[in-house]
């Protein structure tokens, strides 16, 4: 089946840093990616939609400059979160949609602790 | 405002029982619904999904029901298994105003009981 992948799987960086979150569909291509975000003992929180070639569409409350999306290839979406700080700590997973099977598949997640 | 709702946090089955969860949606532009399992620290994976178009779509234990007139649809697990003990999500997906929208509901977390 279909696999989305993400790059890297856990991080630790120092507050101030930015981190770059890769996430790749392996065996598709996909026009439309998906950001989420998923705080302990909560849903998945959709963060921003990622469009090839043109810009994300951010979710209300979702600083756009904070987390910065670039879709530069139909299998590639990055999310950069810049300037991090232990409140950004938490748990990102992407997802890329099919679009000739109507279905999205999401990728393993991304830890990232911020200290 | 929540678009997507799945009312039941939690729910404990016995096994060989049969799971039900259940997600109601509130916006008649939704046209296609999934339903994801998780475990914890996973990204969700893929269950089943069902078009607007059906009332029922079917794949080995996991039945998905729609419900459009009420806007609700579940998911039926039977018989239930250890292994389905996980954290369940429903989506639901749709074009309004030349945006796609997917939508998460909140999730139910199911334990089955050996």
Not at chain 1, 5 to 18: A, L, R, Y
Not at chain 2, 35 to 47: C, I, N, Q, S, V
Not at chain 2, 56 to 79: C, Q, W, Y
Request: aromatic content about 12%; proline content about 4%; some cysteine.
């Amino acid at each position: 089946g279909a696999v989305v992948s993400q790059h890297p799987s856990w991080v630790i960086c120092k507050s101030g840093t930015s981190v770059k979150i890769e996430c790749r569909s392996l065996d598709f291509q996909a026009t439309t990616m998906f950001w989420y975000r998923q705080f302990p003992k909560q849903s998945l929180m959709l963060m921003a939609t990622s469009n090839e070639g043109s810009k994300a569409t951010y979710e209300q409350g979702v600083e756009k400059d904070k987390f910065l999306i670039n879709h530069a290839s139909l299998t590639l979406s990055t999310l950069t979160v810049t300037s991090a700080h232990p409140e950004d700590s938490s748990f990102y997973i992407c997802s890329a949609r099919d679009p000739t099977l109507e279905t999205q598949y999401f990728g393993p997640g991304t830890r990232l602790l911020v200290l | 405002d929540q678009q997507v709702k799945q009312n039941s946090p939690s729910l404990s089955v016995q096994e060989g029982r049969i799971s039900i969860l259940n997600c109601d949606y509130t916006n008649s532009m939704f046209d296609y619904f999934l339903w994801y399992k998780k475990y914890p620290a996973e990204g969700p994976t893929f269950l089943i999904s069902i078009s607007s178009i059906k009332d029922k779509n079917e794949d080995g234990r996991f039945t998905v029901f729609l419900n459009k007139s009420a806007k609700h649809l579940s998911l039926h697990i039977v018989p239930s298994q250890p292994g389905d003990s996980a954290v369940y999500f429903c989506a639901a997906s749709g074009v309004s105003s030349g945006t796609y929208k997917y939508i998460f509901g909140t999730g139910t977390r199911l334990k089955v009981l050996a």
